[in-house]
Nanobody, 127 residues
Framework: QVGLGESGGGLVQAGGSLRLSCAASGRTFSLYPIMGWFRQAPGKEREFVIA????????YYADSAKGRFTISRDNAKTAMYLQMNSLKPEETAVYYC???????????????????WGQGTQVTVSA
């Protein structure tokens, strides 16, 4: 069983920053080497933000995230952090981390390809 837990969401003014965390747990965690961040605003579909590997390596960004969002990992490679800078009101959403077995290059933008999801953390960006 693999579990994911997000934290770090909150209220921030436009132009501000937040750092989200995603912690992985479970004995079979190593079976899900690919992780992604997604977000979902009210009334909208879940949207891809970033995809990478827990261990480090290639990272893919949505166009909207390039230059403003970055990811980092803890030394144990069981937690990943999403640093979000210059946030915009339209980025208000619930942010989710997810993990999957499929290789990174395989349709990483599709939320349907991820096997495990966290409960999400709310990010609200005020104008």
């Amino acid at each position: 069983q693999v579990g994911l837990g997000e934290s770090g969401g909150g209220l921030v003014q436009a132009g501000g920053s937040l750092r989200l965390s995603c912690a992985a747990s479970g004995r079979t965690f190593s079976l899900y080497p690919i992780m992604g961040w997604f977000r979902q605003a009210p009334g909208k579909e879940r949207e891809f933000v970033i995809a990478s590997t827990w261990s480090g390596g290639n990272t893919y960004y949505a166009d909207s995230a390039k230059g403003r969002f970055t990811i980092s990992r803890d030394n144990a490679k069981t937690a990943m952090y999403l640093q979000m800078n210059s946030l915009k009101p339209e980025e208000t959403a619930v942010y989710y981390c997810a993990a999957r077995r499929l290789p990174l290059y395989n349709n990483y933008q599709s939320s349907d390809t991820y096997d495990v999801w966290g409960q999400g953390t709310q990010v609200t960006v005020s104008a």
